[in-house]
């Protein structure tokens, strides 16, 4: 019986590792997603924009909109532009509070004549993602 257990044995039978938000918690991202995004970005336009233009593996994805609750806009945003800003910010106060480094796939793609003038000859210029990993319950504070 779980209240007679010592709070390591329960969490070793519970386990410790996360795939995903759980039902509960995705219903709070879905309806806050629903109800202060413009129609026009669902959810999967927000998990697209968080693994395509921040290069985020299917743990920070869920990491960040876990934290994107305490960050909810006080009213429904209009545009597409408004709900990427906003995004953007939830994905940057995610980082700083789990100090990494998440950056944009936008802003490090150049054009190939500017390539050549940013980085000196010789030097590799790469894209690194942040490592991916499960939400954790620091995530949503």
């Known amino acids: 019986m779980a209240s007679e ?6 969490a070793e039978s519970i386990g410790g590792s996360y ?6 918690l995705m219903s709070k991202v879905s309806s806050m997603i629903s109800a ?12 697209a924009h968080l693994s395509g233009e921040r290069m985020l593996g299917d743990g920070r994805v869920s ?11 006080s009213k ?3 545009t597409d532009a408004e709900a990427v800003g906003w995004l953007d910010n939830v994905c940057d106060a995610y980082a700083n509070i789990s100090d990494i480094s ?3 796939r936008s802003a490090m793609q150049v054009a190939p004549a500017a390539a050549f003038s940013l980085a000196p000859v010789g030097v590799p210029v790469s ?7 499960p939400p954790a319950a620091l995530d949503s504070i």
Do not use: N, Y
């Not at 202060?36 to 998990?47: E, N, T």
């Open 5 to 10: 257990m010592t709070l390591s044995a329960l």
């Open 19 to 24: 795939a995903d938000l759980g039902k509960h």
């Open 36 to 47: 202060k995004l413009p129609g026009s970005m669902p959810l999967s336009g927000v998990k």
């Open 63 to 73: 990491s960040v909109l876990a934290h994107a609750l305490t960050m909810q806009p």
């Open 76 to 78: 429904r945003l209009g």
């Open 102 to 104: 998440i950056g944009h």
């Open 127 to 133: 894209i690194v993602a942040p490592p991916d990993t």
